[in-house]
């Protein structure tokens, strides 16, 4: 099993929608979790850094932490075409200076 | 501010051969990260460097090195080229050592 799961997708919605992006992990010691999108032949590009359990805002973006049940969530509303990329999680632990990156998820928003 | 820079873009190289990939990270960053991404195996975590000293390793075969200048730019080496080394090396600094990572555009290898 892996350490954090991810589904690969793809993922297709129409403009304007709510979209979820997930990711499970298994290892209660990740202190920090944060959410990459990756365009094309692109490398990824931080969109979300959080540290708590809880929500977090930026603009259309909402990063949810429950680390309760071990499951994190990147909300994004009134999709864009623009937001058609891959988004990959990504887990931090201080013991053992662990970052651990999940599979990615392929989203495709249609106009 | 510039960004993370990582040269060259795309190298295409035989197998047998060796490789050498450059990364300058963002001034004042003093993490550098490796990365090698593939469409099977996602991203998969190389190396990282703080202060000139390496600080973590990712589950890799001796043939992948790298190491960091006093300046913190960074470069890693790949020997003996493999087929299945093909990938998107990706480089990434950051302030903190582990997280907050601002990522390069890549380097795309191609062995043949």
């Known amino acids: 099993q892996k350490e954090v799961e991810q589904d690969p997708g793809p993922l297709s919605v129409p403009e304007g929608a709510i979209v979820s992006l997930n990711c499970t992990y298994s290892n209660s010691a990740f202190q920090y979790f944060m959410w990459y999108r990756q365009y094309s032949r692109k490398g990824p590009e931080l969109l979300m850094y959080t540290y708590s359990s809880g929500n977090k805002e930026d603009g259309r973006f909402t990063a949810q932490v429950d680390k309760s049940s071990k499951y994190i969530s990147l909300f994004i509303r009134d999709s864009q075409p623009s937001d058609s990329a891959t988004y990959l999680c990504?887990?931090?632990?201080?013991?053992?200076?662990?970052?651990?990156f999940g599979a990615g998820t392929i989203l495709r928003v249609k106009s | 501010k510039a960004g993370v820079t990582q040269t060259p873009r795309y190298l295409i190289k035989t197998r047998g051969q060796q490789v050498t990939l450059s990364c300058s990270p963002i001034s004042g960053h003093r993490s550098v990260s490796w990365y090698q991404q593939t469409p099977g195996q996602g991203l998969q975590f190389l190396f990282e460097y703080f202060s000139e000293t390496q600080r973590n390793k990712g589950n890799f075969p001796g043939r992948f090195s790298g190491r960091q200048f006093s300046n913190s730019r960074s470069e890693m080496n790949v020997s003996t080229l493999e087929l299945g080394d093909s990938a998107l090396y990706l480089c990434?600094?950051?302030?903190?050592?582990?997280?907050?990572?601002?990522f390069g555009s890549g380097t795309r290898l191609t062995v043949v």
């Open positions: 990434a600094s950051s302030f903190h050592l582990g997280y907050g990572y601002t």
């Open positions: 990504a887990m931090y632990m201080e013991y053992g200076n662990k970052l651990v």
